[in-house]
């Protein structure tokens, strides 16, 4: 079953870092339905290793769906909670390994486990000993290195075996049966491609597959390898994205995506950072970049290249700082902006998820740019967008949109509902042209959806 693109007519994705269940339903239901989100990423939902830091979550130590972010029956109602709200579930899949600790222990349901035994699911015969220094990956320029040996002592599975391949398939298919849509395949550099496929084809039903091949320049392992599994996360375009915005010109964009190298639009999964890149990628644009963030993701949203998703935070102050959690270590509920950032929620992020939804399968046309920092784009009969990242205003200019007349909420100064504008109304003439200014580090988005 191949499903590369998230099906459906709403395609973002919001990636809702760490929440716990039944934070997730109550978000399908207020905001994510509500705002034109196709899909909700959480993270992994399998029992894993007892400590405070976030990573935890990718150290499986049992395929029981009990987590420090809620229970089987809050998994199950939260699926389909989110059903409800029309949108979909993508589950973070972490298949290639399991725990990383030296020292024996008791996972968070109750699971005994040492490095290389989980009783009742794995044993030593289950992993891969590549027999280098720690068995630990150190040569990205090894294919079969880093595939073979251990990505930071984490126990890696044999997904060559049969047995291991039918487990894995059969943890994948136990989620699918509570309505699961897709998976986001964690660590798939580290599983050849081949694997994968042998997994997927044991699934029960079509999903959504997206894998996490990061990008590393002359590495012998490449994301397009494996697109024919799925979607590829790119992680160039959130790289090269906060860097034109950091120290390069916006006008650079008008090429964005394949015409920079990036994989083919229609396989290539974006975001302008993820859990991952925000701690370890320097430079890449994050909830701290604040209004810079928010008008990368606006470029994301109305730019037809990829498949967004939206990151969500909590606020952190060192990498390995776990999201707010209970004295037990339970995952505490999500208070926005308090304690978690909730960028989806942040209205210029929020509204360009309706642009995207308004303009789908639009082409772009009517590209400006000033050689700088200002940059405009109508998404033919359907949007536009304007971009101004310089350090002053543009003032007196007239844009041509192509859009039919009219009056057009701007999306990114307010919120369009039950036919009113909260926020400034664009006027487009009856030759496709509309006059206003644009702040420094601002942006004007109208779109064929919040027309009044
Ligand atoms: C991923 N994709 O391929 C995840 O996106 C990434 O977040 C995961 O690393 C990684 N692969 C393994 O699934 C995270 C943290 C690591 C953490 C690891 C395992 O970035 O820092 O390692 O999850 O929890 C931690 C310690 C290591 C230690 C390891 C094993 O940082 O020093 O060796 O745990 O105990
Ligand atoms: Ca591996």
Known sequence: PAAAAPAGTKKVIANLFEWNWTSVASE?????????????????PQEHVRRSEWWVSYQPVSYRIESRKGTRAQFTSMVDTCHAAGVKVIVDAVVNHMSGQDTPGTGWAGSSFSHYDYPGTYQSQDFHYCGRPGNEISNYGDRWEVQNCELVNLADLKTESEYVRSRLAAYLNDLLSLGVD?????????????DIAA?????????????????????????????????????RYGKDLARVFRSERLAYLRNFGEGWGHLPSSVSAVFVDNHDTQRDFGGVLT???????????????????????????????????????????????????????????????????????????????????????????????????TVNDEDFAITGRSYYTGLPAGRYCDVIHGTYSNGTCSGPVITVDANGWFAATVPAHDAIAIHVGARL
């Not at 399908?28 to 992994?44: A, D, E, I, R």
């Not at 897709?182 to 081949?194: I, Q, T, Y």
């Not at 959690?325 to 309706?354: F, K």
């Not at 308004?358 to 359907?382: L, M, P």
């Open 199 to 235: 997994i997927k084809a044991k699934l029960s039903r079509s999903a959504y597959i997206v894998q996490e091949v990061i990008y590393g320049a002359g590495e012998p392992i490449t994301p397009n390898e494996y697109t024919g599994n799925g979607d590829v996360h790119e992680f």
């Open 28 to 44: 399908c239901q207020s905001t994510l339905g509500p705002k034109g989100y196709g899909w909700v990423q959480v993270s992994p």
């Open 287 to 385: 909830y701290n970049d604040r209004g810079i963030y928010a008008l990368a993701n606006a470029f994301m949203l109305a730019w037809p290249y990829g498949s967004p998703t939206v990151m969500s935070s909590y606020t952190f102050g060192n990498r390995d700082q776990g999201p707010p959690q209970d004295s037990s270590g339970r995952t505490l509920n999500t208070t926005c902006y308090s304690g978690w950032e909730c960028e989806h929620r942040w209205p210029v992020i929020a509204n360009m998820v309706g642009f995207r939804n308004a303009t789908e399968g639009a082409g772009v046309a009517n590209w400006y740019d000033n050689g700088y920092q200002h940059i405009a784009f109508s998404r033919t009969g359907k949007g536009y967008l």
């Open 182 to 194: 897709g998976f986001r395949m964690d660590a798939s550099k580290h599983m050849p491609a081949a």
